[in-house]
């Protein structure tokens, strides 16, 4: 890991490798490019999609107290997507529409299988979203508007595809936010710190960083595709200080090391305190069909050794010796990766203050998962 920061692959990192409870933490370089600050142990980093698992941990509480069931319409508590329109063509005008053929259910978000995301082709409705502030990108909390409006803004667009049709990547989880708030009766941010930060001690994880700890909070770049230069993306003063109208479940939270450790840890121990190992287990299958990967992914073989279940990536299929059949877990586009592996009893974080430049991980964790993999011998 030292390699890629001395090549500047990224001002400084933070890992951690844990195997049956015992963890290795290394703390390398520095928060900022131009700040002689080194990295700390417990600096906060914009983790982005690595909010999705939190959230479908969220969701499955709920779904454990009966407050909402897997395969029950959300229009109960989400009228504003009663009643869709799905355009007739991707690529179509986006008054051109039919009738959803079913509601959208909670497995819907909790699968990406709404009909709504990331679509990286001519797309007439992802044009309509950007003015909205509804479009998939890098996170930008200071600009969406609260919750209910949020909806409704969203309720004026058709669905891409057809509810269950396919996965496609993020707004699901947006959605949950909403719902979670309006199934407990409380914002979605006073959900997530009462019942699952507080009850595992994440007590930096948030969706924004208060002014005392802005000084362990490190600088997110971005990089030029043209030159490679590292560019500022967010400074600690930035979006993240204050907190957002519209606490986003797909990209909105900050952690550090240790706290995303304990999220991780909970999981692997099959969900104590938060939830039951057969809640846990159903979170971390592969729920996808044959035909739905089939036309889903970022690339065309996105789908070929993985699946995806609540939130989470997960492998099914080794083809690599650090993806083991069973292994769960996802990444951050703003430059952090987790990887959960019930087999070996393993958990793998790695915090960077680097974007990713493409949905497919870069060396620096392609690397990070492979040395973790190659230190076991036993």
């Not at 952690?255 to 840890?265: G, K, N, R, V, W």
């Not at 692997?268 to 739905?292: F, I, K, N, W, Y």
């Not at 080794?318 to 070996?344: C, F, K, M």
């Amino acid at each position: 890991m030292a390699r890629h920061v001395d090549r500047g692959a990224a001002p400084g990192l933070v890992s951690i490798v844990s195997r049956r409870g015992e963890a290795h933490v290394d703390v390398i370089g520095r928060a900022a490019v131009d700040d002689r600050a080194p990295m700390r142990r417990d600096t906060i980093f914009r983790i982005s999609s690595m909010t999705k698992p939190v959230t479908a941990v969220a969701t499955m509480i709920l779904l454990e107290e009966c407050v909402l069931r897997l395969d029950e319409p959300v229009d109960r508590l989400l009228p504003e997507l009663a009643d869709r329109r799905v355009v007739r063509r991707i690529d179509g005008p986006v008054d051109d529409t039919v009738a959803a053929h079913r509601p959208i259910t909670v497995r819907d978000l909790l699968t990406f299988r709404m009909g709504f995301g990331a679509y990286f082709g001519p797309c007439p409705v992802n044009e309509a979203a950007a003015p909205l502030e509804l479009s998939v990108g890098p996170p930008r909390p200071a600009l969406p508007p609260e919750p209910d409006e949020w909806m409704r803004r969203f309720s004026t667009l058709p669905l891409m595809f057809q509810p269950g049709e396919r996965w496609m990547y993020h707004t699901g989880a947006d959605v949950l936010g909403v719902l979670i708030a309006r199934a407990s009766g409380q914002p979605f941010e006073a959900f997530l710190r009462e019942r699952i930060f507080e009850p595992l001690g994440m007590k930096d994880t948030a969706f924004s960083v208060a002014a005392g700890d802005l000084d362990r909070f490190a600088t997110s770049y971005l990089t030029d595709p043209e030159t490679g230069a590292l560019e500022q993306f967010d400074a600690p003063a930035g979006q993240w200080s204050t907190s957002p109208a519209f606490p986003s479940g797909g990209a909105g939270l900050v952690s550090t090391a240790d706290d995303y450790l304990a999220f991780a840890e909970m999981l692997l121990r099959g969900g104590a305190p938060l939830l039951s190992r057969p809640s846990v287990e159903t979170m971390t299958s592969d729920h996808l069909t044959r035909e739905q990967k089939a036309v889903s992914g970022f690339f065309p073989d996105d789908f070929d050794a993985r699946g995806w279940g609540f939130g989470v990536g997960v492998v099914t299929r080794r083809d690599h010796p650090a993806a083991p059949v069973g292994q769960y877990g996802w990444d951050g586009g703003l430059g952090t990766i987790w990887r959960n592996d019930p087999s070996e009893q393993l958990i793998a974080i790695l915090l960077t203050n680097v974007a990713w430049t493409s949905p497919r991980p870069p060396d620096v964790a392609l690397d990070f998962l492979t040395t973790a993999y190659a230190a076991i011998d036993d």
